[in-house]
């Protein structure tokens, strides 16, 4: 291909056309322009820079830029932690003869989810006395709330 059909030119409309004849705002539109200081890329023809000549003072010819704004923002991605490798303990062989110290709790890893926030396990069915049928959440419900109004009333 030759350079001459590849070359393009960007313009932007920079005016808006209230005010003016209807002939140049139907200009702007067949220019690919539906947006005040929008930007389009047409062909180097000259019909194109005949149209842009019959409405300088609603459009504007730019440079192209470089590169999209988009492209401008860093990309990243997010790795899920990774799980330090747990540390051995070692502890001296206990001998049977010497039982008279008080044995001292075993030090275990830190587990991977060591900051996780822990939520109490909730009250078992057969905790609550009834062992025959689980509640519905509807019931557990009326009874907390039950509980909540008795708790709230004046003890007289």
Same mark, same amino acid.
């Given at each position: 291909?030759?350079?001459?059909?590849?070359?393009?030119?960007? *313009?932007?409309?920079?005016?808006? +056309?209230? +005010?003016?004849?209807?002939?140049?705002?139907?200009?702007?539109?067949? @220019? +690919?322009? %539906?947006?005040?200081?929008?930007? $389009?890329?047409?062909?180097?023809?000259?019909?194109?820079?005949?149209?842009?000549?019959?409405?300088?003072?609603?459009?504007? *010819?730019?440079?192209?830029?470089?590169? #999209?704004?988009?492209? @401008?923002?860093? =990309?990243?991605? *997010?790795?899920?932690?990774?799980?330090?490798?747990?540390?051995?303990?070692?502890?001296?062989?206990? !001998?049977?003869? $010497?039982?008279? =110290?008080?044995?001292?709790? /075993? *030090?275990?890893?830190?587990?991977?989810?060591?900051?996780? $926030?822990?939520?109490? /396990?909730?009250?078992? #069915?057969?905790? #609550?006395?009834?062992?025959?049928? =689980?509640? !519905? %959440?509807?019931?557990?419900?009326?009874?907390?709330?039950?509980?909540?109004?008795?708790?709230?009333?004046?003890?007289?």
């Amino acid at each position: 291909m030759s350079d001459k059909a590849q070359r393009t030119v960007r *313009i932007k409309w920079i005016r808006s +056309g209230i +005010g003016f004849d209807h002939h140049q705002k139907r200009i702007v539109r067949s @220019l +690919g322009l %539906g947006k005040l200081n929008q930007e $389009v890329e047409r062909p180097d023809t000259p019909q194109i820079r005949g149209l842009v000549a019959k409405v300088p003072h609603l459009v504007k *010819i730019v440079e192209a830029s470089k590169q #999209a704004a988009w492209t @401008l923002v860093p =990309e990243y991605t *997010i790795y899920p932690p990774a799980a330090a490798p747990a540390e051995r303990v070692e502890t001296a062989p206990e !001998s049977p003869a $010497v039982e008279t =110290e008080k044995p001292e709790a /075993p *030090i275990s890893a830190p587990s991977a989810d060591a900051g996780a $926030v822990r939520e109490p /396990p909730l009250p078992s #069915a057969e905790a #609550a006395g009834d062992t025959a049928t =689980e509640k !519905s %959440g509807i019931e557990r419900h009326a009874e907390i709330a039950g509980s909540a109004q008795e708790e709230s009333k004046p003890e007289e």
